[in-house]
């Protein structure tokens, strides 16, 4: 059974950086479409970061300037470079995608990461 495992995590400090990884546990699938979401308390998810059909990501306004979502084809992993972060950006933050058969290129399914929890504070 494929998952898509994410990881990095934590307590940063106002003003810090952290990087998010969500990797496809499988090599035999091959990463499409994605997107990073986060969740605040009491809040409902919102959508952060995700790609485009040209290759390109699209960012939310609040976001912008500050954090970077990139795929990596060679390590199967999609990664949320965070920057200047802020104590609204405090979320569980949870990575979605599309999953395709390498060899095919067929539709695999669409996939949640666990969800990792990052916590701005000082």
């Known amino acids: 059974q494929v998952q898509l495992v994410e990881s990095g995590g934590g307590l940063v400090q106002p003003g810090g950086s952290l990087r998010l990884s969500c990797a496809a546990s499988?090599?035999?699938?091959?990463?499409?479409?994605w997107g990073w979401y986060r969740q605040a308390p009491g809040k409902q998810r919102e959508l952060v970061a995700r790609?485009?059909?040209?290759?390109?990501?699209d960012y939310i306004d609040s976001v912008k300037g500050r954090f970077t979502a990139s795929r990596d084809n060679t390590r199967n992993t999609v990664y949320l470079e965070m920057h200047r972060v802020k104590p609204e950006d405090t979320a569980v933050y949870s990575c979605?995608?599309?999953?395709?058969?390498?060899?095919?290129?067929?539709?695999?399914?669409?996939?949640w990461g666990q969800g990792t929890q990052v916590t701005v504070s000082s």
């Open positions: 979605n995608a599309e999953l395709r058969i390498r060899v095919t290129d067929a539709y695999a399914g669409e996939y």
């Open positions: 790609s485009t059909p040209s290759g390109e990501v």
């Open positions: 499988l090599s035999v699938f091959s990463i499409n479409t």
